[in-house]
C-alpha cells in the first residue's frame, strides 16, 4: 500500500516493511493548541505520501550528482507504528549501520502498542550523551505538558522544567563580578601552552593564530556582526577566533 512505501514496482513482491524518511515542512501556529498542531502534522504527513517517490535518500543522491554535500538536516524525526507479527513468529528491528545525519529521534510503538519508545540514533563527534540526555528531558517535557491540555497555546508549552528554570534565573542573582579590563582576544593571546584535538589530530596555538589571523585579514576592518556556519569543529574555532580578533562580532548559525 502507499502507507507501506510499495509503490514502486521493484518492490512489491519484496519481504520485510520499508521506511523512508520524506522532507516535511511543517510551520508551528505559536498561538494555536496542541491538538491543532497533531491534527495538522498528520495531514501535512498524508500528503507527503504523494511524493514518496522521490524521498529522502534520492534528494541526496541527486544532491551529490550535482556536486553538493550539503545534508539537508541535521536532525530526523520519525515514527514507527507497531508491527503486526504472525503466530510463532518474532519480529526484530535491525540498523542498517549508516547514517548521515548527526541526530536521529525515532518513537515507536513497535510490538507493544500500549508503550511509546523513544531512540535516538547519534554520532558520537557531534553530541555527547549529556546532550542527548538534556535533549530527551527537553522532549519528554514538551510532550508532558500538551497530553495533560491539549487545548494548551504551544506558546506557553516549556522545554524547561521547573527546577531547569530556577537553576537559570540563579544564574543572573548575586553580585555582579567586574568585567575583565583585558578582551577575550588579549585573553586567549596570553596564552602559552595547549593544544587543540579534533578526531585524533592536534593543533597548537602558534597554528590556531595563523589561520585566525587569515580570516581576520579577509574582514579586517569591517567591524561588524558576522556569521558563522559549519560543525562543530577546529576550523569553527579559528573563524571565531579570527573574527573577534578584528574587533568584529560572530554570530553562530545552525
Known sequence: ???LNRTMEK???TIGPFINDIPLL???DCDGTGEKAVLRTEEIVMDAFRHQRFNYPMLQEEMLRQGSDIRLFDVIFNYQAEIEVLDGYQAQWYQNGVQVEPLQIHVDHRNDGSKLMVTYNYLAEKYSSRDIDRIHKHYM??????VADDQRPLASVSLMDQEETEQILSFSQGEKAPLPEKSIYSLFE???AGQIMEGGKYYSLDELRRDAEKIDAAVHGQKRVIGVICD????ELAAVYGIVRGGNAYLPIS
Do not use: A, C, G, P
Not at 141 to 146: G, S, T
Open 1 to 3: 500500500t502507499t502507507v
Open 11 to 13: 518492490d512489491l513482491h
Open 26 to 28: 511543517i510551520e508551528l
Open 141 to 146: 517535557n514538551v510532550l508532558k505538558q500538551i
Open 190 to 192: 596570553e596564552q602559552h
Open 232 to 235: 562543530r569543529s577546529y576550523i
